[in-house]
DNA sequence: GCACCTTAATGCGTATACAATAGTATATGA
DNA sequence: TCATATACTATTGTATACGCATTAAGGTGC
């Protein structure tokens, strides 16, 4: 549970303490993001405390700017804040994960129809690019970039529909997505094996948003039909419940 | 465009400085709701500027607070952060309201067969109860109140899904609506009127999701259609675009 | 020996102070 | 009189300092 926090400060030594504002903005969104990856990547695991303190340190930023970045987090459910005890990786409930999935198969496979009208060959390249390259992280055996990479093809996908809102969102659950995938998925088997994403390539390429709706569908059932969706209720047991006294 | 910030201050006569931590997070969240519900309501209009030192003086919090609570209406796309401008609520743009009204099409429809399946005698009375202060509302000419209570509406019925994801999605969506309505919407026509939401709870109380479904893809499409949602384009004109230069 | 109380340490919530920047106004020169 | 440049003001961004809460450990009394 308790982790190494330096780990997720890949590339930057020391950014010098550059002084009161070097381009202030662009540093946040570099901790930002690494951050969130190292949680998509599940080098932070689910209930993994994250202190001001050693973010701080790690990033050297003052706590301002780390409150500012795990609030962020916080809404996005990838962190959960406990009002007095700080911030940690959020363990997605049961109940979580189902209604994550249930929103991704309405908003990602209603998606399909628009993407597949407005597709174009280089958003088809490219797509194809990403998916040949999860397929490759995941034969060498890197189930956090497969991950990773996995996340980032629904994104793309759900961006080319050309609305911004639900893309985000579908941002948001692909996001979470990973987390659920940590708690509740089984060691061997991470979403998105087999060449599922070439094949909802190819209808799309086809410009048959129907079938690729479909596809979808049954794409993310196979998904959250490989987890093994249990309440773990260790973290709080319901001790009223248990021995039936109502006060 | 330039408001007495005051109104928004409701029901809170000085909170008497109540110290370093009186249940902080609770006056935190009232004074979220209170702001965003004076957005809502269209009390604050978009472009209204939200300078953080005026709503410290008029909330009693320090700048710290309020700069969270503005973060957090930014996240929400209520409020637009402008690097060094600050704060102000957000005039949503053409493509913003098509993309809202999108999403709100997809998710609400596609969240109505889930609702006639789980809903009860009890949140059918409920929702009657509160169409029926809406009509009310309207027709007493409290238009704030009347929007407000439309978004609450429509709310509460994504909640009765069961999908806590969605449900959040879709208030999200409903409070983008309110300030898209402020700005597309013509003064005398503003969305839900006539027995729209009565006709739906019928549909869902004889638990005909389907048509529930149809009726509320006619009722949204019926709000944007009474939308004028033309480009003002005023506000960045693309000078790369127009004059064709390429640096 | 066990339980409870006291004390210390850790860590977050809040406020305040300082630095930097964008917008505005004024002054000066042509 | 108009345009340009400079100085100023208003407002945000960031850091730091302080105070309270919670937790854990150690000591003392029973």
Redesign the interface.
Same mark, same amino acid.
């Given at each position: 549970m308790e982790q190494e926090l330096s780990l997720i400060n890949g590339a930057k030594p020391q950014p010098k303490r550059l002084g009161k504002n070097g381009d202030g !903005?662009e540093r946040h969104e570099v901790i930002y993001r690494a951050i969130s990856d190292a949680i998509i990547k599940q080098q932070l695991q689910p209930g993994a405390r994250l202190r001001e303190d050693a973010l701080t340190e790690v990033f050297n930023v003052s706590r301002t700017g780390i409150r500012?970045i795990l609030?962020?987090l916080a &809404?996005e459910q990838l962190v959960t804040i406990t009002?007095r005890r700080g911030a940690s990786v959020t363990r997605p409930t049961a $109940?979580?994960a189902r !209604? /994550?999935f $249930? $929103?991704r198969k309405? /908003?990602e496979c209603?998606?399909m129809p628009e993407v597949a009208l407005h597709i174009t060959p280089q958003d088809v390249s490219e797509l194809r690019d990403m998916a040949k390259r999860e397929h490759k992280a995941l034969k060498a055996g890197e189930q956090s970039t497969a991950i990773r990479l996995s996340a980032a093809f629904h994104e793309r996908l759900a961006q080319l529909s050309g609305? $911004?809102?639900?893309a985000a969102?579908v941002s948001q &659950?692909c996001s979470r997505s990973s987390l659920i995938l940590a708690v509740y998925g089984s060691a061997g088997n991470l979403g998105c094996e087999s060449h599922d994403h070439e094949d909802l390539i190819n209808y799309l390429a086809e410009g048959d948003g129907e079938k690729a709706k479909a596809f979808m569908n049954h794409h993310l059932m196979e998904i959250e039909a490989s987890l093994s969706i249990v309440e773990e209720e260790a973290v709080a047991p319901d001790l009223h419940q248990i021995f039936g006294m109502t006060s």
């Open positions: !903005d500012k609030q962020r &809404l009002p $109940a979580e !209604d /994550v $249930a $929103a309405m /908003v209603g998606l609305n $911004a809102t639900l969102f &659950l």
